[in-house]
């Protein structure tokens, strides 16, 4: 079965400063994974997604992810936090091998990200 | 703007009653989704339907149920509330609903039950 394990479920950072949210993922196959972000209030934003193409995804904001198969990882990152980065992020995974293929989302439990002035 | 579209924004009601929360999706998209976020529950799948077909079945209550419509749009019905019901309810879109495919969410229906 697959999940989706995000490591922390707060992180706080300063205007500038580099940003980690840690993903851990468990999947039969070699997955499709997401990382969505949800500003106060609002739907859910597609930040980016690995699809097996590359091992590195850049997304949208200067948000970046990187697929490691040999830890089961895909942590989002962004060099320089920007106060409009507050938000709550979300690592999800999809099964395209499954036996039905239904894209059906697991998502992670959330990070709850703060950026401090 | 995502291009998915979910009405209402909002909806309180009374324990019992029942409710449809509608849901359009992009142009072009055959597949919608339903998901229902919550405090205890986070964000979880309830329900997909692929051009008027179900297609797969998550987390969703018998109390619940929904349709897409031959202009694709969908319905989810829940019925006989309770407390526990109140949430945020989404809705998402894809091209051809499979496992490579990119959902696009709408905005959510908040729901309140009293």
């Known amino acids: 079965a697959q999940s989706v394990t995000q490591l922390d479920s707060h992180v706080s950072v300063s205007e500038g400063t580099p940003v980690l949210l840690r993903c851990n993922y468990s999947?039969?196959?070699?997955?499709?994974l997401f990382w969505y972000v949800q500003h106060p209030n609002k739907g859910l934003q597609l930040l980016l997604k690995?699809?097996?193409?590359?091992?590195l995804v850049k997304g949208i904001n200067g948000f970046e992810a990187e697929f490691k198969k040999s830890e089961t990882s895909f942590h989002l990152t962004k060099p320089s936090a920007h106060m409009s980065d507050a938000a709550e992020y979300f690592c999800?995974?999809?099964?395209?091998?499954?036996?039905?293929?239904?894209?059906?989302?697991?998502f992670g439990q959330g990070t709850t990200l703060q950026v401090k002035p | 703007d995502s291009g998915v579209t979910q009405t209402p924004k909002h909806l309180i009601t009374a324990t019992g009653q029942r409710v449809t929360l509608r849901c359009s999706p992009r142009?072009?998209?055959?597949?919608v989704y339903w998901y229902q976020q919550s405090l205890d529950q986070g964000l979880q799948f309830l329900i997909q339907?692929?051009?008027?077909?179900?297609?797969a079945k998550g987390n969703i209550l018998e109390r619940f149920s929904a349709q897409q419509f031959p202009d694709l749009h969908s319905e989810l019905n829940l019925s006989s509330l309770e407390l526990g019901d109140s949430a945020l309810y989404f809705c998402?879109?894809?091209?051809?609903?499979?496992?490579?495919?990119?959902?696009?969410f709408g905005p959510g229906t908040r729901l309140t039950v009293l």
């Open positions: 999800v995974v999809s099964d395209p091998y499954g036996s039905s293929n239904t894209g059906k989302l697991i």
């Open positions: 999947s039969s196959y070699s997955p499709s």
């Open positions: 998402a879109s894809s091209v051809v609903g499979g496992g490579w495919d990119t959902q696009y």
């Open positions: 690995y699809t097996s193409a590359a091992t």
């Open positions: 142009s072009g998209d055959l597949s």
């Open positions: 339907y692929y051009n008027g077909e179900e297609r």
